[in-house]
């Protein structure tokens, strides 16, 4: 028996899958296509694990994930794989619709002909975790209660709305066939091995770089910060407990602008890595054209699974922020990897032109 993670080679699903050997038995197969977002090298202090089975592969190859499937005796599908940066979406929403909606249907049919031919209670002990976002229910205003399962979905980017649309079909695989899902939508993460084109990372580079650090309109739209290893607990206690069917939020109600994000983040540079006579990180500061239709405030209620599966993050912004700062001054070699590009040579040594 063995869990397929999809995607993990990124952000979240390579962190998912480092817990997931610190803390569980069961070998994992790990199905990434290593787009442009995809690092192996995140899993690097894994690669020796005779748990680990990487493969280089589209969860849109249907053939594919259907005799990975049955090679491992796979018990749980946990779906990571997603284009995820909302300003590429909207430079061309093309590989959005290709990979988060046409790659979930492929992948989804893959497992509906697994899971038919599993015997009755495998079938009810299977699982297909699908990892998606707040961004599904649209934008906030500033007085609005923060979004619970139940709030319409009202996506506003191509983005967003390829996630809604792998979401809907997730729901309809288990209220038309019968097949064990959990859907879990969360805010937004942060911490080691965030690729650089996302908010928190690109401030924290460029501040060191001695670039601009770009900030878009005014700087107060709000998001709801969650540490990345606090998310990894949150699909676990998921897989592990939540009702199939069922969709669960998840977020770390860390409410901020981007502004005191990255004021935040440069008062820790200043402190941990100061720049000459005295000078802020601060005074690199760009305000620049916003991003068009840029959601003005997301906000997660998670108690739901706070209540239902006991579920609380175990950092708070303070205590995440300063540990993610710390690593990226500490991996100086991962970080010149991802800048050069040379993480992409590892594909090349590995599977030629
Ligand atoms: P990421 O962009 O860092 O990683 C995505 C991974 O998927 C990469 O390794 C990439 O190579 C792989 N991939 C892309 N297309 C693929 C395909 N067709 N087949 C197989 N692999 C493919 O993304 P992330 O930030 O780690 O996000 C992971 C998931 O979590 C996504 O589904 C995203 O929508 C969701 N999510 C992200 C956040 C966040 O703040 N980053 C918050 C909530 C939900
Ligand atoms: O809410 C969850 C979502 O969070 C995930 O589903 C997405 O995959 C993830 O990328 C993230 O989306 P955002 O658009 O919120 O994240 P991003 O880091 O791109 O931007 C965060 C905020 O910072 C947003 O308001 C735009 C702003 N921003 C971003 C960048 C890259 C800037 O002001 N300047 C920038 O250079």
Redesign the pocket.
Known sequence: MAILVTGGAGFIGSNFVLEWFAKEREPVVVLDKLTYAGNAENLSAVFSDARLTFVRGDIGDRALVGSLLKDHSVRAVLNFA?E????RSILGPGEFIQTNMVGTFELLEAVRAYWGDLDATARGEFRFLHV????VYGSLGPEDPAFTERHQYQPN?P??AS?AASDHLVRAYHHTYGIPVLTTN????YGPYHFP????P??ILNALAGKPL????D?T????WLYVTDHCAAIRAVLAGGRPGETYNVGGRNEMT?LE??RTLCSILDELKPKAAGASYWEQVQF?KD?PG??RR?AIDASFIERELGWVPAETFETGIRKTVQWYLSHSEWVQGVLSGSYREWVATQYGA
């Open positions: 997603a995820s940066h909302v300003d998606s976002t707040d961004e980017s983005y967003s996630k969360c805010s937004n993460n084109e996302k908010l928190i690109l401030m770009p900030i878009y309109g700087g739209n709000v998001r709801d981007n994000v990255v620049v991003r840029h959601d997301y």
